[in-house]
């Protein structure tokens, strides 16, 4: 069994940067892709960012390009999500998601285990 504990949520003035953590438990965390994905009230839940097994390859969404950086650490086997220039439209739950293939996914539906989720609200 695969756990994801999420940390680094929290309240950040627009403009601003706050970076989210997901440590994981397992020992073939190194050889499985992961990505964030992120939820805000009354809608679904959207594609953010990926990272395949290696860092060789990562994927963003086209609203957080330029602005969001995903990477990882498999020797502590966690992965970051650095978010820089943050609007009032990013204020959503963040989830950490992972999956037995080392290539990226980029649906929900894709992943096969998850963290609980963080909250980030940003205000003006």
């Known amino acids: 069994q695969v756990q994801l504990v999420e940390s680094g949520g929290g309240l950040v003035q627009a403009g601003g940067s706050l970076r989210l953590s997901c440590a994981a438990s397992?020992?073939?965390?190194?050889?499985?892709?992961m990505g964030w994905f992120r939820q805000a009230p009354g809608k679904e839940r959207e594609f953010v960012a990926a990272?395949?097994?290696?860092?060789?390859?990562?994927y963003y969404a086209d609203s957080v390009k330029g602005r969001f950086t995903i990477s990882r650490d498999n020797a502590k086997n966690t992965v970051y999500l650095q978010m820089t220039s943050l609007k009032l439209e990013d204020t959503a739950v963040y989830y950490c998601?992972?999956?037995?293939?080392?290539?990226?996914?980029?649906?929900?539906?894709?992943?096969?285990?998850w963290g609980q989720g963080t909250q980030v609200t940003v205000s003006s």
């Open positions: 990272i395949n097994w290696d860092s060789s390859m990562t």
């Open positions: 397992g020992r073939t965390f190194s050889t499985n892709a």
């Open positions: 998601a992972g999956r037995y293939a080392g290539n990226c996914g980029f649906h929900h539906r894709d992943y096969d285990y």
